[in-house]
């Protein structure tokens, strides 16, 4: 009989990589082999595709049957090879035409009866899969609406190895993706909802306009939970691309929300602070899955109680923020996770954090103390840092500003930040190296005096003067001005005293 190949996607990460499934039915003693390099559920799978096949009415060959999983030196795991590896089978036993096999990638899981059900990271599979030339994919029915969101490649939705069979014999139609609905993007929580505190406000401003971190110090009820849920608002929408990203990410974690249009809003992030160490980066056994910081990719992540989490917890987040990944090794592999989000902690004065300072009863060693739990390396990579108060009256409430106001003045912020570094590749300041600030866009040297003063006094760190460098540009954007001047600098030193905090 001759060998017949067909495709499936093995996915690294969020990278999927096309694999050619070759399958040779010969003469031997009825054995299954199968070859490259896959994990304990591939295995599995070959007990699966054979129960699938027969139940659904085909007959399986009686004979030795080797299939090898190319590029052999890829680790291939999960289930989602089932259906390739079941239709190869029937291609080399001469059910199928191989020149329908040709150019189409088979994804999903197969039930004992041939049902077909749906696997994580369907999205990034067909990324891969279009980007490697392929014209078409057959998709379990499940998963038909994230399938749909991946443009230039057709794609079908099965509900069963007997429908993919009569599809690829010519003999029936699968059903097609329906059309993409437009993103209903609900109204964000107010930012008017915020009593006082205009400190606090002005810093999440500037965070979201220039894309900087941001510390919320304060007693319980202040807002700092209030702050942080609107931040997302203020951010401008995802592009596309940014979106499909995101997508892909939630596709290999499983949080993918089922059927709708490709969402374009920023996510917003916030897990708890009993979380481990793999939740928070990504982990598990075999290839690592994402964690919340690459969750939260091109969004906010919020650490709320932040002197609760691990000091480990803490300090493993350095990497994220300064480039914008995080890598993971593991005996299967080391996998790479986008993480470029922007990190807002909140946390009380002190471990008694009552209403008032004034009633605290904690001595001064362990507020100190408690506050020192966000290490000086951490701190020095968060821009921003803002003391919020208690509330005295509520004769305000109807003052503030609101999310449209201020967004505005946010996404006009953005424009002239991304028409300033656009030529260089970047859009935001925070994004700006620190060399490209202190040169082809040096500022004068009595407009930097209050930065030369601050590291001369130990005040600063290299970084956290070209940190207050970039604050000091996003102020300067905020305000519409070509540049920053010495008030603007003395402002960004102002959101990083550590006295703030």
Same mark, same amino acid.
């Given at each position: 009989?001759?060998?017949?190949?067909?495709?499936?996607?093995?996915?690294?990460?969020?990278?999927?990589?096309? &694999?050619?499934?070759?399958?040779? &039915?010969?003469?031997?003693?009825?054995? +299954?082999?199968?070859?490259?390099?896959?994990?304990?559920?591939?295995?599995?799978?070959?007990?699966?595709?054979?129960?699938?096949?027969?139940?659904?009415?085909?007959?399986?060959?009686?004979?030795?049957?080797?299939?090898?999983?190319?590029?052999?030196?890829?680790?291939?795991?999960?289930?989602? +090879?089932?259906?390739?590896?079941?239709?190869?089978?029937?291609?080399?036993?001469?059910?199928?035409?191989?020149?329908?096999? #040709?150019?189409?990638?088979?994804l999903g899981e197969l039930a004992l009866d041939g049902r077909l059900r749906a696997v994580r990271g369907m999205l990034p599979c067909?990324?891969?899969?279009?980007?490697?030339?392929?014209?078409?994919?057959?998709?379990?029915?499940?998963?038909?609406?994230?399938?749909?969101?991946?443009?230039?490649? @057709?794609?079908?939705?099965?509900?069963?190895?007997?429908?993919?069979?009569?599809?690829?014999?010519?003999?029936?139609a699968l059903r097609s993706p329906e059309p993409q609905a437009d993103d209903v993007v609900p109204d964000p929580p107010d930012l008017?909802?915020?009593?006082?505190?205009?400190?606090?406000?002005?810093?999440?401003?500037?965070?979201?306009?220039?894309?900087?971190?941001?510390?919320?110090?304060?007693?319980?009820?202040?807002?700092?939970?209030?702050?942080?849920? $609107?931040?997302?608002?203020?951010?401008?929408?995802?592009? !596309?691309?940014?979106?499909?990203?995101?997508?892909?990410?939630?596709?290999?974690?499983?949080?993918? !929300?089922?059927?709708?249009?490709?969402?374009?809003?920023? !996510?917003?992030?916030?897990?708890?602070?009993?979380?481990?160490?793999?939740?928070?980066?990504?982990?598990?056994?075999?290839?690592?899955?994402?964690?919340?910081?690459?969750?939260?990719?091109?969004?906010?992540?919020?650490?709320? #109680?932040?002197?609760e989490w691990g000091a480990s917890l803490l300090d493993s987040l350095r990497t994220p923020l300064e480039e914008g990944e995080v890598?993971?090794?593991?005996?299967?592999?080391?996998?790479?996770?986008?993480?470029?989000?922007?990190?807002?902690?909140?946390?009380?004065?002190?471990?008694?954090?009552?209403?008032?300072?004034?009633?605290?009863?904690?001595?001064?060693?362990?507020?100190?103390?408690?506050?020192?739990?966000?290490?000086?390396?951490?701190?020095? $990579?968060?821009?921003?840092?803002?003391?919020?108060?208690?509330?005295?009256?509520?004769?305000?409430?109807?003052?503030?500003?609101?999310?449209?106001?201020?967004?505005? $003045?946010?996404?006009?912020?953005?424009?002239?930040?991304? @028409?300033?570094?656009?030529?260089?590749?970047?859009?935001?300041?925070?994004?700006?190296?620190?060399?490209?600030?202190?040169?082809?866009?040096?500022?004068?040297?009595?407009?930097?005096?209050?930065?030369?003063?601050?590291?001369?006094?130990?005040?600063?760190?290299?970084?956290?003067?070209?940190?207050?460098?970039?604050?000091?540009?996003?102020?300067?954007?905020?305000?519409?001005?070509?540049?920053?001047?010495?008030?603007?600098?003395?402002?960004?030193?102002?959101?990083?005293?550590? $006295?703030?905090?």
């Amino acid at each position: 009989m001759p060998i017949v190949r067909a495709y499936a996607v093995a996915l690294v990460g969020v990278d999927g990589h096309v &694999v050619e499934i070759e399958a040779d &039915v010969g003469k031997g003693l009825p054995k +299954f082999h199968l070859l490259g390099l896959p994990d304990a559920s591939l295995h599995e799978s070959k007990d699966r595709v054979r129960a699938a096949v027969v139940n659904s009415g085909f007959i399986w060959p009686s004979e030795k049957i080797v299939l090898a999983l190319s590029p052999a030196t890829l680790r291939k795991t999960g289930s989602g +090879f089932d259906l390739a590896l079941a239709c190869a089978v029937l291609g080399a036993g001469e059910v199928l035409p191989q020149a329908e096999l #040709e150019g189409t990638v088979l994804l999903g899981e197969l039930a004992l009866d041939g049902r077909l059900r749906a696997v994580r990271g369907m999205l990034p599979c067909l990324i891969a899969a279009r980007d490697a030339g392929m014209r078409r994919a057959v998709v379990p029915e499940a998963g038909l609406a994230e399938a749909a969101l991946v443009e230039g490649i @057709e794609v079908h939705g099965a509900a069963c190895l007997a429908d993919v069979l009569s599809f690829l014999q010519g003999a029936c139609a699968l059903r097609s993706p329906e059309p993409q609905a437009d993103d209903v993007v609900p109204d964000p929580p107010d930012l008017a909802d915020v009593v006082g505190q205009d400190d606090a406000r002005h810093a999440i401003e500037i965070a979201a306009a220039g894309g900087h971190h941001v510390l919320l110090v304060g007693p319980p009820g202040t807002g700092k939970t209030m702050l942080a849920q $609107r931040f997302v608002g203020l951010l401008p929408r995802l592009a !596309p691309q940014e979106a499909l990203a995101l997508a892909a990410i939630r596709s290999v974690a499983g949080r993918l !929300p089922a059927g709708g249009a490709l969402s374009t809003v920023p !996510p917003f992030v916030a897990p708890h602070h009993s979380s481990s160490m793999a939740a928070l980066l990504g982990g598990g056994s075999g290839i690592a899955r994402p964690g919340a910081v690459s969750l939260a990719h091109r969004g906010v992540l919020f650490l709320d #109680e932040a002197p609760e989490w691990g000091a480990s917890l803490l300090d493993s987040l350095r990497t994220p923020l300064e480039e914008g990944e995080v890598r993971l090794a593991r005996a299967d592999g080391t996998v790479q996770y986008p993480a470029r989000f922007q990190l807002v902690l909140a946390a009380n004065p002190c471990p008694c954090a009552p209403a008032h300072d004034r009633d605290c009863v904690c001595p001064s060693l362990v507020r100190r103390r408690y506050l020192g739990r966000l290490s000086g390396p951490l701190l020095d $990579r968060v821009d921003l840092r803002a003391r919020m108060f208690p509330v005295t009256a509520l004769a305000a409430t109807g003052h503030a500003e609101g999310t449209a106001t201020v967004r505005a $003045r946010v996404l006009a912020a953005r424009a002239a930040a991304a @028409e300033r570094w656009g030529a260089l590749g970047f859009r935001t300041n925070a994004e700006v190296p620190g060399p490209v600030l202190r040169t082809r866009f040096a500022l004068p040297r009595g407009v930097v005096r209050p930065l030369d003063a601050g590291l001369r006094a130990g005040q600063l760190t290299a970084r956290g003067a070209d940190r207050a460098l970039r604050i000091a540009w996003t102020l300067a954007d905020l305000a519409g001005r070509d540049r920053p001047d010495e008030d603007l600098v003395e402002t960004a030193l102002f959101f990083r005293d550590r $006295r703030a905090a």
